[in-house]
């Protein structure tokens, strides 16, 4: 149990080494909102997931920043003397937003975590020490550029590629990667950009030997998701559609999915994942982590969050060349055998370096307890 005594937030822009272009539109600058959170004990860094429109989920930078510094660092300030639960519990009355949570929960369970010295990987229970990586590539100019790229990240070792469709750029690229890559553990990801009259654009994907199809219809249809895999072979896989624990038990008794990516950020945290992850492995439904273009960050959170015994599949986190010509932190590095290494250090076990985060930050706030919040 400590008190938050302050929380900072620090917005951050990162150019990408090259854009990302998915269903809903390219980015070229990771950007960001951090919470840096000071307790009676510890200092500790959590990153919101959040970008800077609201396209891949309601919540946005702006949104997030104001409701961090008006709504939940109050909050948390009113509960006093708090745990990860006791802090979870404090945003009840706050709806929605689980972007802006995960960050404040993450960064205070890594404040706690590092003053007691324990890592956020054996905090989780985490069983492995390395994890097996996967990359995600966005929608590419041409075929061919695709081709180059999906043969680039295969060399340097990634265990598994995910493909960025839309309509109009799918079955004929998929086909060209599979026919040039046979043996290649290889998934698609829609980002909800389908509707349930183009299920024959996953028909015909469904000889294709892919790992799963992900998040291919509106997120919030769970029902159209699950007629849609009544009527496939390849396991459907869910993102934007599972918030919470309550919609990944929703997805599994309606058929809606057979694999779950979760995101903390995207569910409100480093608790809620657990909770997810503890669901799917007694239901018998693999995991893996998903990424959010993560700085060094948000990232060594993921690797925690990934060595956990139910996330069994290759994920999309990727080492910081994949994403920056300089991280924010100490460069996450991909053993040519297609893992990276847990951090072990007490909580999220990486800090932001000083010159880095004074190069990137754009703008930054501290928010601090004031005589009005009680003791
Ligand atoms: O972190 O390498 C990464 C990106 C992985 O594809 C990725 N994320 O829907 O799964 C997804 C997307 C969402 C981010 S789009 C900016
Ligand atoms: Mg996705």
Redesign the pocket.
Known sequence: MTRVRAVELLLIELPLVRP?R?SFGE?THKRCVLVRVETDDAEGWGECVA?ARPD?SGEFNEGAWLVLRDFLAPAVFRGGDVDAAGLEGSFAGIRGNPMAKAALLDAFVDAELRAEGTSLASWLGADRSRVECG??IGIAPSTDVLLDQVDGYVRTGYRRI?L?IQPGTDVHRVRAVRAAFPDLPLSV?A?AAYTPTDADVFRSMDDLGLMMI??PLHHEDLLMHARLQARLRTDLCL??SIRSVSDAAAAIELGACRIV?I?QGRVGGVSEARRIHDLCRERGIPVWC?????TGVGRALNLALAAMPGFTLPG???ASD??FEEDLTAPFELAPDGTMQVPSGPGIGVTPLADRLDAVVTRRELVRRSDKDKE
């Open positions: 990302f998915t980015v970008d891949f990359v995600s995910k960025k990801d980002n992900e998040q993102d934007e990516n995101k998903g990424g959010m273009l993560e999309d986190t990727s994949r994403y």
